[in-house]
């Protein structure tokens, strides 16, 4: 994806990701029930565990970890292929020095010492091609990842970076592209996952009246919006930008599902999943801290997106920084119409 080269690097994404930590422990009780379950292979098959969109790692190492765990329950030594998967630009060294830290405990390993039996694997290429060996994977997931696009939209909204607040062109060509991207994966993931195999995919959504993430959709225009103004970013480049990203309603995953014939749906449903910085604020009112919660999680995803976007060669990328000291000085100065609403649709499939 041209626009798109990962999540920000270096450790960013991890420490400004709580949400999706949130939104992964939202879905998984019910995905755990079905790993229960599900029919496994006896030994000496390998048993393989996929996140597809792993990023910078802490979220994919805990959340394939709490997989690793339900399966362990049944198959106590098992081998087990654990595969992270991303982007190739994606901050892959990041992810193995979470992983192998002697000072913590993964997955893979309890203060240096391996677990035998697990066998961690990382992938870079994108889930909208073949990724891993054909009938490879018992359980995969793919949280908050699928939601962007292969590809930009051709005609962005006006005065505006998001899909959603686009008018119906904008609107109805996000949808295709959306649904086109997901029977797409849904057929590379029919290769890699073998029958019976479970695979559970969570991204934002919407509902009738509202869409994931519109406060601060609006909060990132509104601060690229008085930097144009003021001459520091490219008013041209902001006119052709929006972000890939389409919030589905429900439908828009299980119907696409269902009429691919690969897999069955086990449960489909939009959930308004509460974020941790916002309980905060509404339990202290602690404005700043706030401001800087919400920028930062929105930093770690759409920082790098800006920069490929925006930035013309020569310009200076300090403005970029700008986007975000100015994003929370909004916020700071008044933090209601920013606020973040987490409505994600969760869709759980069985291969067939």
């Known amino acids: 994806m041209a626009s798109l080269t990962g999540m920000k690097a270096g450790g960013f994404y ?17 995905f755990a029930a079905a790993i229960a379950t599900m029919p496994l292979p006896e030994e000496p098959a390998v048993l393989g565990v996929a996140d597809y969109g792993c990023s910078e790692g ?9 997989i690793v765990e339900a399966l362990r329950a049944r198959r106590p030594h098992q081998s087990i292929a654990v595969m992270h998967t991303d982007l190739a630009t994606n901050d892959f060294n990041h992810l193995l020095g979470l992983l192998l830290n002697p000072d913590t405990a993964t997955y893979a390993q309890k203060h240096g010492a391996l677990r035998p039996g697990i066998f961690p694997m990382f992938v870079g290429a994108s889930f909208y091609g ?8 018992h359980v995969g997931i793919s949280m908050l990842a699928v939601e962007w696009l292969s590809q930009p939209i051709t005609h962005p909204p006006t005065d505006h970076i998001g899909i959603m607040a686009g008018d119906a062109r904008a609107l109805a060509e996000g949808r295709a592209q959306a649904e ?24 934002p959504g919407r509902n009738e009246t509202d869409w994931c993430a519109r406060g601060p959709y609006d909060l990132l225009n509104r601060a690229c919006r008085e930097l144009v103004g003021e001459g520091r970013i490219d008013a041209s480049r902001y006119a052709a930008f929006c972000f890939p990203v389409y919030a ?20 489909c ?32 995803v759409s920082e ?4 490929a976007a925006l930035l013309r060669p020569g310009d200076d990328p300090a403005s970029i920084d700008a ?30």
């Open 248 to 267: 589905r309603a429900a439908d828009e995953l299980a119907t696409p599902a269902a009429e691919g014939g690969l897999f069955a749906i086990e449960h």
């Open 323 to 352: 986007v975000y000291q100015r994003a929370e000085a909004l916020v700071r100065a008044d933090p209601q119409p920013w606020r973040f609403r987490n409505l994600e649709v969760s869709i759980q499939l069985v291969r067939r």
């Open 269 to 300: 449903e939009t959930l308004d999943v509460p974020i941790g910085f916002e309980c905060a604020f509404d339990a202290d009112g602690d404005v700043a801290a706030y401001a800087t919660a919400l920028v930062g999680a929105w930093k770690a």
């Open 14 to 30: 991890d420490r400004h990701s709580s949400l999706q930590r949130t939104t992964f422990e939202a879905v998984y009780p019910q």
């Open 304 to 307: 790098p997106v800006l920069r």
């Open 180 to 203: 086109a991207d997901w029977r797409l994966f849904l057929a590379e993931r029919g290769r890699e996952i073998v029958p019976g195999g479970r695979l559970l995919v969570s991204v």
């Open 130 to 137: 073949p990724v891993l060996p054909p009938a490879c994977v």
């Open 58 to 66: 802490g979220n994919s190492i805990y959340g394939l970890g709490r």
